[in-house]
């Protein structure tokens, strides 16, 4: 069974923050980089984070300006989001993903594996 779950959005003030986690099938997550992407509503989906499958290398979009973390614990099957110093243009709904080919995550593009459902990042002022 695969499965990716999201949780950990929800609504904020600007300048909070969030931590996202996405729960990972052991078959679709062990030896594989991971990665999370959004949307925003009328956007086209945008590469947000990746990282390796060994956790030492992470790459972010330019938007994230050092206010997001990304991470993994390899023991609990979790890749996380850390969202600091958020924006309403961080609003979108968020999800993470298993790139197939772990040269991928150099590209910042999303991932091109399987995907979650999302989870729901609203930022007001």
């Known amino acids: 069974q695969v499965q990716l779950v999201e949780s950990g959005g929800g609504l904020v003030q600007a300048g909070e923050s969030l931590r996202l986690s996405c729960v990972v099938s052991?078959?679709?997550?062990?030896?594989?980089?991971m990665g999370w992407f959004r949307q925003a509503p009328g956007k086209e989906r945008e590469f947000v984070a990746s990282?390796?499958?060994?956790?030492?290398?992470?790459y972010y979009a330019p938007f994230v300006q050092s206010r997001f973390t990304i991470s993994r614990d390899n023991a609990k099957n979790t890749v996380y989001l850390q969202m600091n110093d958020l924006r309403p243009e961080d609003t979108a709904v968020y999800y993470c993903?298993?790139?197939?080919?772990?040269?991928?995550?150099?590209?910042?593009?999303?991932?091109?594996?399987?995907r979650g459902q999302g989870t729901q990042v609203t930022v007001s002022w």
């Open positions: 052991f078959h679709i997550f062990d030896g594989y980089a």
């Open positions: 990282i390796s499958w060994d956790g030492n290398k992470m």
């Open positions: 993903g298993q790139y197939r080919d772990e040269r991928w995550i150099t590209t910042r593009r999303i991932p091109g594996g399987y």
